[in-house]
């Protein structure tokens, strides 16, 4: 090896014959290095990209002048998508190894395809935007960019997480589980697309990943690197390691042990204090439930009056109807929509309504859900059902939403003790619904059930 | 099932290519062996000032 300070050539000895330095220090840090690159190329060839990143990072961290690690971190980025960051490993990595450096025939690549490489670096632009867009809660403007981002770069990892995000949010759950299992077999331990699928499907053990060893590429370029004779040092230390879990998951049994007799009362207590918030909160329900029973039938007296309005006023609704939803308001303009009496509408009318309707209610029924989720998680299911049920009226059979709303609907009812509608809510999701993990999901409960 | 606010803030834009040449001069490279040479200055300096002491 060459002296890390004054260049000179060393058979490996302890200190530098021309300026005396350690070099014990420098060998273990370069063979780590080396060791955490093999770990990274071994998991870039299985395609867990994610972990073949941390890996590499860690090699260039001990040392920044492993080109191949450095080469090999900027090729995964760039399987990610992650352009910006490919080129600029492989520029650091030239600017530290300058000669035989595969970086600059990545490089030459990359410029040769001008036209792929412009619209490589649009994709980025393109999800940065619609990450705006998504914080901004302005999600179709966001999915429309990610879609583009997409087409332009179909491998762009953080595009694919973010547009399945966008659907699950808007309950388009089996074209969120298509991106998501995009990119599981691109990334096969990519973290949000994990998350996303056990959200998805708790019960289910996620698709085992094929392994991966086909890019050519990679096995001429990239092949293991040789781990210097200090490095059994740190071999030696290994054994240790399951030692040491075996003793804090023992002391950690002993502690659980010894604790228990207080934990399960702190639990009862617990357990007390959630009886009675129940029993506050099911009073302040029954005084809502009523409250709901009068504004719906108050509603139900002042339906008839639709019924007698003249054409020419129902006619003026559908225009009322297309400029609400022409100033963003989709919601109330399907509202008005779904309520409208067609009696002795011309067919030139009906052709109009149902332009209206097709353009609408699809969008408000996704906006209906969205909120229905929102109050659900505020704990505020009144509000959530009334959603769900306006999100229905704007669907027809068939649609997806409309069984995401009515398994929202039924694990509302559930978790009111109201059997019947939640065994109506989870039949139709168990029969209907495209997901099969749901589906699964509304079959156990109407089983518990004997249904 | 899922706190959007949360999920949306694992996401982080990304570099763009036209940022890249800041981002390289911003990219202070260091790493252990950089570590280990200035400790060992930092050494060779204080054995220096000892052995004028002496």
């Not at chain 1, 600059?104 to 490489?117: F, H, I, T």
């Not at chain 1, 929509?337 to 067609?342: A, E, H, K, Q, Y």
């Amino acid at each position: 090896m060459k002296c890390p300070k004054c260049g000179a050539k060393t058979s490996g000895g302890e200190r530098c014959p021309e300026c005396g330095i350690r070099l014990r220090p420098y060998i273990h840090a370069q063979a780590l290095s080396a060791r955490w690159y093999n770990i990274g190329l071994e998991m870039a060839n299985d395609r867990d990209l994610s972990g073949a990143v941390n890996a590499l990072r860690k090699s260039i961290a001990f040392n920044k002048s492993n080109k191949n690690a450095r080469n090999l971190l900027g090729l995964v980025y760039f399987e990610t998508g992650d352009i910006a960051n490919a080129l600029m490993q492989w520029v650091l990595s030239i600017n530290l190894n300058p000669e035989k450096n595969p970086a600059s025939e990545y490089l030459a690549e990359y410029e040769k395809n001008g036209r792929q490489a412009t619209q490589l670096e649009q994709s980025i632009k393109l999800y940065n935007e619609a990450l705006e867009d998504v914080r901004e809660r302005n999600d179709d403007m966001a999915i429309i960019s990610l879609k583009k981002a997409l087409n332009l770069n179909p491998r762009f990892i953080e595009a694919n997480n973010l547009l399945a995000l966008c659907y699950l949010m808007h309950g388009k759950n089996s074209q969120a589980v298509d991106l998501i299992n995009t990119v599981l077999k691109q990334d096969i331990n990519n973290e949000k697309a994990l998350s996303y699928y056990r959200q998805l499907y708790p019960d289910k053990s996620r698709p085992v990943p094929k392994s991966y060893r086909s890019d050519p590429r990679n096995s001429a370029y990239y092949m293991p690197q040789t781990v210097s004779r200090s490095s059994r040092n740190t071999q030696r230390t290994q054994p240790v390691i399951p030692m040491f879990f075996f003793g804090f998951i023992s002391s950690a049994v002993i502690v659980g042990l010894l604790a228990l007799p207080q934990l399960m009362e702190a639990k009862q207590q617990e357990l007390d204090m959630q009886v009675s918030k129940y029993n506050q909160l099911k009073h302040e329900f029954d005084e809502l439930s009523n409250k709901y029973n009068e504004s719906s039938a108050s509603l139900s007296q002042e339906q008839p009056a639709q019924a007698d309005m003249s054409l020419q006023d129902r006619v003026k609704q559908i225009n009322t109807a297309e400029t609400l939803y022409s100033n963003d308001n989709a919601t109330e303009a399907a509202m008005i929509l779904v309520n409208i009496d067609t009696t002795d509408f011309s067919p030139e009318i009906m052709e109009q309504y149902a332009k209206q309707k097709q353009l609408i209610l699809p969008l408000a029924a996704e906006q209906f859900y969205i909120s229905g989720r929102q109050q659900m998680e505020n704990s505020d299911n009144d509000t959530a059902k009334t959603l769900f049920n306006q999100c229905l009226k704007c669907c027809q059979e068939g649609d997806e939403i409309r069984y995401s709303a009515l398994f929202q609907l039924g694990k509302i009812a559930a978790s009111e003790n109201d059997e019947q509608t939640a065994k109506e809510c989870f039949a139709q999701v168990a029969q209907n619904h495209p997901v099969q993990s749901v589906k699964n999901e509304a079959k156990r409960y109407l089983e518990e059930h004997n249904v | 099932m899922f706190d959007f606010k949360k999920e949306v803030n694992k996401f982080r834009p990304m570099t763009e290519v036209g940022d890249l040449e800041n981002t390289i001069l911003d990219n202070e490279v260091q790493d252990v062996m950089d570590l280990l040479r200035i400790t060992n200055n930092e050494q060779k300096k204080t054995d220096k000032k000892k052995d004028k002491k002496e």
